[in-house]
């Protein structure tokens, strides 16, 4: 199947900073989704992205759908404690089964810590 | 408006024992899904459901049954738990996109 790559796995960063993650496929995606879990909790929906280039924020996110249809970014704006947690990109598994299914694949994820 | 729900919120198991996951959810949605999640493996579908009285089978199905007889509840069960089903388990619906249960913590020992 479809396979999402994340990258950085982990990271640390000092409260303040701006932080930068991507999300690569070696085939093309419809949509591009970013979800963010809490520990203990399950996975919270950031972002939706539907179109190749677009640009959508959520108060101090921002993730773009790449031009390629094969990659995704996320940005978080000066990060503070409440940011730490494990972001998850996720496109539709279009050929795993017959259309309407919309089953998902995700990354593997980015764990996100934030320095106070 | 509860959302997605579901439990319990942690069980542990022995090898051989049975167990029923309930996923319940208020939003009217068509599709439900069941993951597992894995340490370093991100999160895998197991089974998922189009609709009332409807099942598919997803990436990781052998081991686990799921029945939706009602729209608003979808249920994951374990016939014969193995120390390999030791995992987190999510449960999903969707209208437009996936949103996602607290899941459940269970140790088969």
């Known amino acids: 199947g479809q396979q999402l790559n994340q990258s950085p796995q982990s990271m640390f960063i000092q409260e303040g900073e701006d932080v930068s993650m991507n999300c690569t496929s070696s085939s093309i995606f419809n949509t591009w989704l970013w979800y963010k879990q809490d520990p203990g909790e399950g996975p919270v929906l950031l972002i939706a992205?539907?179109?190749?280039?677009e640009l959508t924020s959520n108060g101090r996110l921002t993730a773009q759908f790449g031009i390629t249809r094969k990659d995704s970014f996320l940005n978080i704006s000066a990060s503070i404690p409440s940011d730490v947690g494990i972001y998850f990109c996720?496109?539709?598994?279009?050929?795993?089964?017959?259309?309407?299914?919309?089953?998902?694949?995700f990354g593997k994820g980015t764990k996100l810590s934030v320095i106070p | 408006n509860a959302g997605v729900t579901q439990t319990p919120k942690f069980r542990v198991l022995k090898t051989g024992q049975s167990m029923t996951l309930l996923c319940a959810q208020d939003?009217?949605?068509?599709?439900m899904y069941w993951y597992r999640q894995d340490p370093g493996m991100g999160l895998r579908l197991i089974h998922y459901s189009v609709g009332e009285g409807t099942t598919a089978k997803g990436e990781v199905p052998d081991g686990y049954n799921v029945s939706r007889l009602k729209k608003q509840n979808f249920l994951l069960g374990l016939e014969s738990a193995a120390p390999s089903q030791t995992s987190v388990y999510f449960c999903?619906?969707?209208?437009?996109?996936?949103?996602f249960g607290p899941g459940t913590r269970l140790t088969v020992t």
């Open positions: 999903a619906s969707r209208h437009y996109e996936q949103y």
């Open positions: 996720a496109g539709p598994l279009w050929g795993y089964s017959g259309a309407g299914s919309y089953q998902l694949t």
């Open positions: 992205l539907y179109k190749a280039g």
């Open positions: 939003m009217n949605h068509e599709y």
